[in-house]
Structures are given as C-alpha cells and as structure tokens.
C-alpha cells in the first residue's frame, strides 16, 4: 500500500467496531451484589484486604454457609497481607482453616460462616443462579483491565461502584462505600474504570459498561421514560433478502429452531414478527423501582410462579415443537402484565433456575436447574429411569 493512502482508504481497513459487552447482572442480580456489598461492609473490618476476601467467601457462603477457596484463589485476590486478612476473618468467627495459607494450592478449602448457616436469617438468601451469576460478575469486576493489578482498596471501590451504577452508567457513591475505598475514588478515574467524576455523582467507563449493577432510581427520583432510541424504535421490515442471508450464516441447528418457529400452525406468527425477534435484540431498558414493587407484590402472592412456568413450558413444546415467548408463557398462564413488568417477572423466574433459555435466541424457553431438580423436564432432559 502506497504512503499516500487516503483517509478513505484507512477507514475501509480499519477493523469494524466491536458492539458493546451485554449486562452482566439483570435488575434482581444487581440487587443480590449490592445486597452483599453492603453485607460485607457492615462487618467489623478495618482492613480492604480482609473486606475484599469477605466479599468472596461470603457470596460463596451465600446459600449452605459455607464457602469454599483454594490457595489460588486467594492469591488472585493480590492481597497486601493475606495472613492477616485470614486473621480478621477470624476473628469474626468465621472458621478458616491454616490449609488455605499453607496447604495445596488447588485444593479446596471449606470456610464456614455462622451467620450464613441455613437455619439463620440473613441478608443473602440467593437462589442457586443469582449467587452464581454475582459471583461470576464480582470476580470479573475484580479483574477488569483498568483494575485488575491495583491496590485491595481499588478494586473493591470498583465492585461498589460498578454495583450502584444504572444501564446509562450513572451512579452517585453509596452511603455504605468503605472510608478507604471512598479515598481511592479519584484513582478510578486516572485508571480509566471512571470515565466521569464529580464531587459524589460518577459515570462508568462505556469499557466496563457490562459491569454495571443495572440499578434503578428510587420512586421519588424517577424521570420519564427517555426517547426511543435507533435500538428501540428498532421495528422496521426486514426484507427477505436480508432475512435469507442472515439465516445463510447461521448453525444448522439454530435454522431448525428458527424454521420450526417460522413453520409453526399453532402460533401463525407473521413474518416480520420473527425476523425482527430473532435479528434484532433489545438493549436492557431502565425499569422503575415502582415497577419492581409490584413485581415483589405480584411474586408473594403467587408462590408457585416457578413450578408453574416450568411446566407449561414441557406442554407448550409438546404441542408446538419449540418453547413459548414471554408473551405467550404469561398469556398462557393468564398473568397479565404490560411488557416491562412481563421481563422482570420472567427474568426472576430465569433467574431462580426454574426456566432457562438459550438467550438471546426467541422462543427457547424450557425447564431450567431447579425446575430439573424437582421433576419437571423436557421429554429428551428426563432421567432414563424417568422416560
């Protein structure tokens, strides 16, 4: 290539812009991180290196109350002094045994928390899914590019801020945010994992925007909806052509699924309807913390939601040869819901382990982990002993 290439020319070679990383945590999971958060930061520690170990066990210990960590995980944790972190732990009662300092470091090693026993009341109650997801999303947050080979008390005012952040990436310093985490906050900003920061008010940096907590206003702070943007006013015709080479690059099994659902006599579904579903996928909106009031309203007084929904999903795709869409797993089940309320009640669900889907394919949902546990499965999922 010549020396006088145009500006042009480079634009053409340049590599294509990667679109952005999805949210890691729904709404109901960024609420169960900062629910541990804030657990962790109402115990008696004086120290980020033993506060940032905490936060591991802790959300490990979430479920059975006990908590397992290798020696290598201790040591990804880059802890200033980690005997003494252990110590301080300790000291709370919570009973660590030498062999994670001294013994093999791939060995687990069982750390217990009274307070998270099960037959104690505690702040953590997770469903097996939620604590796993926020546990996933803590030690990705932990070893983000701009953090990852920083000081403890970094790295956990990362966790806390990356938890009490909204889809937009805005979010103000949480009242419960560690002394020496909140001294550190301007060094965000200087690493790169703040792209703003203004007295208590901060802005993540669009590079980690998928580590947001995905929070919600509070009632009296709620702002009217925002314009719809080019993703949401997203509804224009697909043509054929478009249609046809799209499916072209799928995998032959996600053109099965894909002609089954197209094919399908019970749903008569049109053709703009699923080429828009399967092609074109919505960003995560904000959701209103009234919203969430009555999804907590709604979700007491229909404790069987999950059992529920997990079997109408074993006959829906019985009949239909593939699963339901939201719209048609709440219609089903006559809950009748405007179609925001609709994705946090099945998200809960999802969240619970008692659906899973293929997400973001349309029209994959099915039994999920719990919903397995307790019996309910898709003819081909089914226990041989079961068929």
């Known amino acids: 290539m010549s020396k006088s290439a145009t500006a042009s020319d480079a634009a053409v070679l340049a590599p294509p812009e990667q679109p952005p990383l999805p949210f890691l945590l729904s709404v109901h999971q960024g609420v169960a991180a900062r629910a541990l958060l804030s657990y962790v930061a109402a115990l008696p520690l004086a120290s980020p290196d033993a506060q940032l170990l905490a936060v591991v066990v802790a959300i490990r210990a979430a479920r059975g109350g006990i908590g397992n960590i290798t020696g ?10 980690a005997p003494e972190a252990v110590a301080a732990l300790r000291g709370l009662g919570w009973q660590v045994s030498d062999a994670l300092l001294e013994g093999p470091p791939d060995v687990p090693v069982p750390i217990t928390v009274p307070g998270l026993a099960p037959d104690v009341d505690h702040p953590l109650r997770f469903a097996k899914a939620r604590r796993s997801r926020v546990s996933g999303w803590a030690m990705r947050t932990l070893t983000a590019k701009p953090v990852r080979k920083t000081p403890p008390e970094l790295r956990l005012a990362a966790l806390f801020l990356a938890a009490h952040s909204s889809p937009e990436l805005l979010g103000e310093l949480p009242p419960d945010l ?13 690493k790169g994992f703040l792209a703003d920061l203004a007295g ?8 980690v925007r998928h580590l947001s907590g995905v929070v919600m206003p509070p009632v009296d702070q709620e702002q009217p909806p925002p314009p719809p943007t080019a993703s949401a006013s997203k509804r224009r015709e697909i043509s054929a052509e478009e249609w046809a080479r799209w ?13 089954t659902v197209e094919r399908c006599p019970l749903c008569e579904l049109t053709g703009g309807r699923v080429r828009t579903a399967f092609m074109i996928h919505d960003e995560p909106s904000a959701v209103s913390a009234r919203l969430l ?3 907590e309203t709604w979700k007491a007084a229909h404790p069987d939601r999950g059992p529920l929904a997990a079997r109408f999903t074993v006959a829906f795709r019985a009949e239909h040869g593939h699963g339901p869409s939201y719209n048609q797993l709440c219609g089903g089940l006559g809950w009748k819901f405007s179609r925001r309320l609709r994705g946090i009640v ?3 669900i999802l ?29 081909r999922q089914a226990p041989a002993a079961g068929r």
Not at 72 to 81: V, Y
Not at 178 to 190: F, I, K, M
Not at 357 to 369: A, M, N, Q
């Open 72 to 81: 290598t995980d201790l040591r990804a944790l880059r802890l200033t002094d």
């Open 351 to 379: 969240d619970d382990g008692w659906l899973t889907d293929t997400s973001p394919v349309p029209w994959t949902l099915r039994p999920g982990k719990t919903g397995q546990a307790h019996g309910i499965f898709l003819p």
């Open 293 to 295: 009031e009555k999804h």
């Open 178 to 190: 560690p002394g020496t985490c909140r001294d550190a906050v301007s060094e965000l900003a200087l």
């Open 247 to 259: 499916k072209a690059g799928t995998s032959p099994a996600l053109r099965r699924h894909v002609d």
């Open 200 to 207: 208590d008010r901060y802005r993540l940096d669009p590079a």
């Open 346 to 348: 099945v998200g809960a």
